[in-house]
């Protein structure tokens, strides 16, 4: 096996040995844990969405996430999230693709990550580009190549700038056809792309270079310079049979004849989109075959020949079926991605709200429960936070050790729980900070069930843990009606923490 498997994985998907690359990958699996096996599970993803199998893909993401979380890389969960996303765009969901992204775009911001927030962001460019969200889409690519231009490696900056200018162009043509901000789009466009041409061929980067200029010519056509378009085209055609680009050959013949039709060469036209239709039927998607064949049916009625241009409609109109029933299938393939996702993620999604070392609740768990709870506040509902903190706890690590330190944060937790109904939360809220929500408690009740509690934590049997350990807490109480919401009833609770750690700590303080 190689000393970095995964990445050996990644060179065989990227030379296009897919199914060399899941054959080791499953292969191999049992003998990775923690954050390798995680990288191994994203490494079988990428080479089945590759293989065009969105859904061993989309479970291959989801275990991966489950790897990542349990070893507590948040890097390596955002980097799942993207992967899962890849997954449900590829089926055509691009509504659920984008809402994974954005709660990749959280742990990427949470993480201050600006490589995988540049990720992140760019798929969602591209997403809401797709869906016609237009502005958000300009947003999000226009932060992702903010973010890479200090240090993103010259491909990434370069597929960036290539998504953007996609986008743009998608706003561009979707603006009413003779107006002059279309116009003035599209023109803008031209300087761009051939800057980018330039900057590719000067890195190296053959392949973004060679779509870089046909994106050139396709904007020279859309603004109906059609000889300068038509010269671009035919040279590109030698560079995407030399790339194996056979789809790209094939849409770059049918915008060939989009040219000569618009120059009324009926014939160059027919020509072009006969060459077009033979490369789309091996390779193309069936959009792209209708759009060339439609072409064919046009000029063959602009030249008089009216059988044939009958003959190229009814293909066109059989195109049309297929693509409704493929058009079915993708909507069935998306569901089943959709409720795939759910169940595998069902276990995720509670983790996402779980301390791991604790087993307590996180603070979005709190976010979560102080949401539902607080609006019924307002109905008489008493709801009580108690905030404690452990005292000296530094001086735990530092005497005895951070694992000491990590079963007295358990212990700890265990105490809390114990105090704690189906109706309550009981929360890590950072460090050596925990949070009891009692729901349904009058604030005297509560007060007592902070007392317990402080005196619970203090008669520990710490010494079991280690020989002269010793544990207390402070404790600070508020009740939400002396709060206008969750974060001054929050507030609240921290000061009156605050004061019990400045009388002495070890202490329960209700006001004040």
């Not at 990958?25 to 191994?40: K, Q």
Request: charged share 25%; hydrophobic share 45%; aromatic share 4%.
């Amino acid at each position: 096996m190689p000393p970095d498997f995964p990445a050996q994985l990644l060179r065989w998907v990227e030379e296009g040995a897919l199914a060399k690359a899941i054959e080791a990958a499953r292969r191999e699996l049992p003998n990775f844990e923690g954050e390798e096996r995680g990288r191994v599970l994203l490494a079988l993803s990428t080479a089945c969405w590759n293989s065009g199998d969105n859904l061993d893909a989309l479970r291959a993401a989801v275990s991966a996430g489950d790897a990542f979380r349990s070893c507590r890389s948040l890097t390596g969960v955002c980097d799942a999230m993207i992967r899962i996303a890849a997954s449900l765009r590829s089926a055509g969901d691009h509504a659920s693709a984008v809402t994974t992204l954005e709660r990749a775009e959280e742990v990427a911001r949470d993480i201050d990550d600006p490589q995988r927030l540049a990720a992140v962001l760019r798929n969602v460019g591209v997403c809401c580009s797709l869906v016609e969200r237009h502005q958000q889409a300009l947003s999000c690519l226009t932060e992702t190549c903010t973010l890479l231009e200090p240090g993103g490696s010259p491909y990434d900056r370069h597929v960036a700038r290539l998504s953007l200018n996609n986008a743009r162009n998608r706003r561009a043509m979707s603006l009413p056809e003779a107006s002059d901000e279309r116009r003035a789009e599209l023109q803008a466009l031209l300087g761009d792309w051939q800057e980018l041409v330039a900057q590719t061929g000067a890195a190296g980067l053959a392949t973004l270079q060679v779509m870089a200029m046909g994106n050139h010519a396709i904007t020279l056509r859309q603004c109906g310079r059609h000889d300068e378009a038509i010269v671009e085209l035919q040279a590109l055609l030698e560079r995407y049979r030399a790339f194996g680009m056979r789809p790209n050959e094939g849409l770059c013949f049918c915008e060939i004849g989009r040219c000569f039709e618009a120059q009324r060469r009926h014939a160059d036209a027919r020509e072009s989109y006969l060459r077009a239709i033979e490369i789309l039927k091996d390779g193309g998607t069936l959009s792209d075959l209708q759009d060339a064949t439609d072409g064919l049916s046009r000029v063959e009625e602009a030249a008089g020949h009216f059988k044939a241009a009958l003959d190229a409609l009814k293909e066109v109109r059989s195109i049309e079926r297929r693509k409704s029933d493929e058009a079915a299938a993708s909507t069935m393939a998306q569901r089943e991605l959709r409720i795939e996702l759910a169940r595998l993620t069902s276990t995720w999604a509670r983790q996402a709200t779980l301390d791991p070392l604790t087993g307590l609740g996180n603070r979005r768990a709190l976010d979560l429960w102080m949401s539902d709870s607080l609006p019924r506040v307002e109905q008489g509902e008493p709801i009580t936070l108690l905030l404690l903190d452990l005292d000296h706890f530094k001086q735990v690590n530092d005497r005895f050790g951070h694992g000491v330190g990590d079963e007295v944060l358990r212990r700890v937790a265990g105490l809390i729980q114990q105090n704690c109904r189906s109706a309550d939360l009981a929360v890590r809220y950072g460090g050596e900070e925990f949070v009891l929500a009692l729901f349904g408690v009058a604030h005297e009740a509560a007060t007592d069930v902070a007392h317990r509690l402080r005196a619970s934590v203090e008669a520990e049997a710490w010494g079991v843990v280690a020989e002269g350990l010793k544990v207390s807490v402070s404790i600070g109480v508020a009740a939400a009606f002396e709060a206008v919401d969750g974060a001054a009833l929050l507030t609240l609770a921290d000061r009156r923490l605050y004061s019990a750690k400045l009388g002495g700590r070890n202490q329960v303080v209700t006001a004040g």
